[in-house]
Structure formats: C-alpha cells, structure tokens
C-alpha cells in the first residue's frame, strides 16, 4: 500500500474540465479515486446515467477522464470508460471481469486489469437495486462506488431511498401539514453487507487519509467492494459555495452518514463519530447549512444559533431518533465478523 502523501501527489486521470458544479463533492471524490487507481494496472470503470455521466463523458465536448497525455499503448495508465444506462454500472462491471477473467485464464490478456463502477444512489437503490445486490451476491471482484448525495439530481431532484427524513426535494414538497420527506432511508449499508460484500465502507473526501486508504483497500479487495460516499450536492441540498467538504465531515459527525469501515472476517469500525449524541455535534448546525431544510431549523439572526421551526418539534424528535438508531446501528454492524 503506498503513503498517503506519495497517493495524494499522484497526478489524477480525472481531468480539469467536467460540468459538474463548481463544489461537487463527485468531482473530488473522482480526483481521488484517479490517483489511487493509476497503480499500475489498466481500470475499467463502468458509469451509469447520473450526474457523474452526463457531466464528465459529454463527447465530444467534455471527456473528463484519461490520464493526460499517455501513449494510448500505455497499458497500465489507460483508464477505460464504459457509459451504461442508469441502473446497470455493477451488472456491466460484472459483465467485464467476467470477460477479462476469461481472456486472462487463456492466455489472450496479459497484464491484470481493476473493475469498479460508479452509480448514484437513485440508481443503485431504487432502479438498481437488483443490479447492486446481485452483484454482490456474487461476490464478483470489482468495486462498486454509490455516489449518494439523497437524491436524483441531475433529473431534477427527486426523492431516492436515501433522502434523508424531512429533506424537501421536489417530489416531497413541504408545507405546513408536510414536512419533507416522510421516508427513513433504506439500510444500505446493511443489505450490502447482508448480500456478502468483502468490504463495505461509508467515507467521503472529507475525510481524506481515510478515504485515499479506502478507495485503495476497496481495490485490493478479492471479492466484491462497496464503498458508498456521502456527496453533498450544492444545487439539490442548496449550501453556499466552499462549504462542501464542511458539510461532509458535519454531517459524517453528527451521525447522518458517519463514516464507517468493514471487512468480512475482520469486522470494522465506526470513526469521528462517538456513540453518545452528547458527544457529536448536533444534527440542526449541519441542517441549518443546507435550504432543504428551512422548514425545520433556521438560524436566530441575533445569536446565529439554530432553532426549531415552530410546529415542527416532533418531526425533530423523530430526527434525532432516527440519527440516534443510525449511528447504533454501525457499532453493530462494526462488531460483525
Ligand atoms: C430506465 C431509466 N429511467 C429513467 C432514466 C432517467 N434518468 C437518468 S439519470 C436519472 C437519475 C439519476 O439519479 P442518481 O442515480 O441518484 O444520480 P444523480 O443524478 O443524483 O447523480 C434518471 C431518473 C433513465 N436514464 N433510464
Ligand atoms: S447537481 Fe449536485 S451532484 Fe449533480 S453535479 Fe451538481 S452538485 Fe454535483
């Protein structure tokens, strides 16, 4: 495994000029994992219909991906891009390391290739979700990346099984009888561990040592690896700009998506993010950073601190019992073997 500063300074195949927002936490979890991927090995990534498609493969005007100027013969630089529809990216990364196993086991492939496939959590748990899990299943070597920032957002902001409880997007409209989202969020972390992943971790960027030896461990892994990353999305969760990789590691330790390592025979561990709520930041600093939630918390313009919106007391309750739950829940998953 190489030091995290040697990874950090590696020059990335994800390449200036993507129309992603300025602020996507997408663009620097792709720097990142272009950095730890150049490890000698050919990567073929697989990338279903979402915000890292459209805005990264738009051909001819924008292909962000590809490692400078290599010779197209250098094997072991080239970095591969296959587009898929919206659903598919774990089924079609399946589909190439199954052919790629082939063609090695014959002699026809001679140098070792890395799968991985990159969806967005509206495609992988709601449409995909067979895909993902069947994937898994099947205990297939790739890695499979969700980049989840809770909603469908390059369709317009749609509600997706990760939506966080009371977030307003546009198919859970708030108003004085609706409070955003009514839905907890699927267990996703579970299901992929139940479906018999090798490795499953929840780590954004804002976390970076933890993430760059993640992404590489997810590499290594033999058997199949899930890594979900917390993508706080400027234009759907409406932040201010610069307060992306902020918003991440606020709401990684507040509870909402702490970041979380797993190993299968080794178990795994919940970090930055005590047991106790008493030891975490609360949960209205990081929902009064983000307009949807302004139906639930806004800032006293006299102290700045977050408040409760009239009415919505219970709904907050609810909330914090469901962060509390949460955050139990991945110590118990942490001590699973
Ligand atoms: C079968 C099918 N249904 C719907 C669409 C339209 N569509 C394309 S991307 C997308 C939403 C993607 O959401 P998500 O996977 O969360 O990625 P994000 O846009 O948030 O990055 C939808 C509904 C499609 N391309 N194919
Ligand atoms: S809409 Fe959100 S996820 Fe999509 S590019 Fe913009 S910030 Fe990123």
Not at 85 to 98: K, Q
Not at 170 to 178: C, E, L, N, R, V
Not at 312 to 323: N, P
């Amino acid at each position: 495994m190489s030091g995290y500063k040697e990874t950090a300074l590696k020059e990335s195949c994800f390449r200036p000029g993507s129309t992603l927002c300025p602020g996507c936490m997408e663009s620097v979890a792709f720097q990142n994992v272009g950095r730890v991927s150049d490890n000698g090995k050919k990567t073929i990534f697989t990338i279903g219909t979402s915000c890292a498609e459209v805005s990264t493969l738009a051909f001819p005007n924008v292909v962000a991906w590809g490692r400078g100027d290599r010779a197209p013969d250098d094997f072991a630089k080239s970095f591969s891009i296959l587009h898929n529809v919206f659903e598919s990216a774990p089924t079609l990364a399946e589909a190439v390391r199954d052919v790629a196993d082939s063609l090695e086991s014959c002699g026809a492939l001679k140098s070792p290739v890395q799968v991985m496939a990159a969806s967005g959590d509206g495609g992988a748990f709601a449409i995909g979700l067979r895909a993902l899990l069947h994937t898994i299943h099947r205990r297939t070597r790739v890695t499979i990346m969700v980049l989840v920032n809770e909603i469908f957002a390059n369709t317009g902001f749609q509600y997706s099984p990760a939506t966080m409880p009371f977030a307003e997007t546009s198919t859970t409209p708030t108003g004085p009888d609706f409070p955003g989202n009514p839905q907890m969020p699927l267990d996703y972390i579970h299901l992929a561990i139940a479906a018999g992943a090798g490795l499953v971790a929840q780590v954004s960027p804002a976390h970076g040592k933890l993430f760059l030896k993640t992404v590489e461990r997810a590499i290594e892994c033999p058997t199949t690896a899930v890594l979900f990353v917390p993508a706080p999305c400027i234009s759907g969760w409406k932040f201010e700009d610069g307060e992306t990789v902020e918003l991440a590691l606020l709401g990684a330790q507040c509870g909402v998506f702490p970041a979380f390592t797993w190993e299968r025979g080794k178990g795994g561990k919940v970090l930055d993010c005590p047991l106790d709520a008493k030891d975490r930041p609360g949960i209205e600093e990081f929902m009064a950073r983000q307009r949807r939630f302004q139906h639930m918390v806004k800032r006293d313009p006299a102290t700045g601190t977050p408040a409760i919106q009239p009415g919505r007391e219970q709904a907050m309750e609810r909330l914090h019992g469901w962060v509390q739950e949460n955050v139990e829940r991945l110590y118990r998953l942490a001590e699973m073997k």
